[in-house]
Nanobody
Framework: QVQLVESGGGLVQAGGSLRLSCAAS????????MGWYRQAPGKQREEVAL???????NYADSVKGRFTISRDNAENTAYLQMNSLKPEDTAVYYC???????????WGKGTLVTVSS
C-alpha cells in the first residue's frame, strides 16, 4: 500500500501563487507516476498534471504555463507549484500515485484551494 498526504491548500487572491505538497509513504517502490487531479463543485474530477519516474511531465491545457509539477525522490514528495491562479482553479486538489498495474491506484484525501476574484 501507498499512503499519500497532501498539504498546502488555502485561500489566495486571483493572480497569486500556492504550492501543494504530496508526501508518499509505504510501498513507494511501486510508484511509476504521480499526479495531481482536481474536482470543482458540481464537476468531474480532472487530471491537472502528471510526472513519470523518468521525469516526463504532462499538463492539462488549462494550466499549461502556470502550474509546474515536480518530484523530490529523496523526500518521496511531489509538488505542484501554482502561479497566476484564477477563480476557476478553485477546487479540491488530490494527489494520485500509480503503479505498474491497475490495482496499484492510490489517492490522497485532498486539499482545498480557493481562489478569490
Amino acid at each position: 500500500q501507498v499512503q499519500l498526504v497532501e498539504s498546502g491548500g488555502g485561500l489566495v487572491q486571483a493572480g497569486g501563487s500556492l504550492r501543494l505538497s504530496c508526501a508518499a509513504s509505504g510501498s513507494i517502490f511501486r510508484i511509476v507516476a504521480m499526479g495531481w487531479y482536481r474536482q470543482a463543485p458540481g464537476k468531474q474530477r480532472e487530471e491537472v498534471a502528471l510526472i513519470l519516474n523518468n521525469g516526463r511531465t504532462n499538463y492539462a491545457d488549462s494550466v499549461k504555463g502556470r502550474f509546474t509539477i515536480s518530484r523530490d525522490n529523496a523526500e518521496n514528495t511531489a509538488y505542484l507549484q501554482m502561479n497566476s491562479l484564477k477563480p476557476e482553479d478553485t477546487a479540491v486538489y488530490y494527489c494520485h500515485a500509480a503503479g505498474p498495474g491497475p490495482e496499484y491506484d492510490y489517492w490522497g484525501k485532498g486539499t482545498l484551494v480557493t481562489v478569490s476574484s
